[in-house]
């Protein structure tokens, strides 16, 4: 009898989603999708460089001051990653690759849920100086730090950047307790009112960003704010060490 040799079958690829980059944005208010409460469902990206360890952030078109990632309707004939990726083309010029979803995040607006926003880490492969809404937004370059800064009066998109891989406590702490394939609708985290340091971060050099172009630097703030993901990861970590020392004091005593 011949004897059969089972081998394990390669990692499949991850798929990579392709977009149409046109010069004009899609408008599709009507074409939105809702889900059953007719509750508006957005997508959006957080862009990052993995090399620089930064994010892409632009500012807002009602509020120029105010820095957000680039979101939009996701509209009725594209998923979540399409809709997603044409949103950060046309609001931000940008081309990349979605890794991994972060997780879907609750707008709230006088207490009540405005939208549900479905957000996806994208690495950037090119930064374009030609795009849709170049006429009516800044790009700008932030750090860790600085992006906190700069997005506190946007709970979710704080919550969005702490579950990045470019946060620097997800090295520090058990990977189930950061990992956004686990999110399910999150509420709005309450932070820290910091206005003069959220004024100064914002008002930072507002240059264009182009391709080969240094983004001008800030000076980092750094700011320690709480999440329910950051408190879970503690409750870990203090878990853990209590175990460790448990085991420690057992070997000890034999």
């Not at 469902?41 to 090399?51: E, F, K, R």
């Not at 009725?76 to 809709?83: G, R, Y």
């Not at 408190?231 to 057992?250: H, P, T, V």
Request: proline residues 7%.
């Amino acid at each position: 009898m011949t004897q059969r040799t089972l081998s394990t079958p390669p990692p499949e690829e991850p798929v990579q989603i392709k977009i149409k980059y046109k010069k004009k944005a899609r408008h599709g208010h009507n074409h939105d999708v809702t889900d059953v409460h007719n509750i508006r469902q957005v997508a959006g990206c957080l862009p990052i460089d993995p090399i620089s360890k930064r994010f892409l952030l632009i500012s807002s078109s009602k509020n120029p001051e105010a820095w957000v990632i680039p979101k939009g309707g996701w509209e009725v004939d594209e998923t979540q990653e399409h809709a997603a990726l044409r949103e950060t083309w046309e609001e931000a010029g940008l081309k990349g690759r979605i890794t991994h979803q972060l997780g879907v995040f609750v707008e709230r607006s006088n207490k009540k849920i405005k939208a549900h926003h479905w957000i996806f880490e994208m690495e950037i492969d090119e930064i374009c100086k030609k795009y849709p809404e170049r006429r009516k937004r800044d790009r700008r370059w932030f750090t860790y730090e600085e992006a906190l800064l700069a997005t506190q009066n946007n709970d979710f998109i704080q919550e969005a950047i702490r579950l990045s891989s470019i946060n620097p406590q997800r090295l520090l702490t058990p990977r189930s307790s950061f990992d956004g394939k686990n999110m399910s609708l999150l509420s709005p985290v309450t932070t820290p009112i910091m206005k003069d340091a959220a004024v100064a971060a914002a008002r930072a050099s507002t240059a264009t960003i182009s391709p080969g172009n240094s983004p001008p630097t800030t000076p980092t703030q750094h700011v320690m704010i709480e999440s329910p993901s950051t408190f879970q990861s503690r409750k870990s970590m203090d878990a853990f060490q209590a175990l460790r020392e448990l085991m420690e004091n057992a070997s000890i005593s034999t």
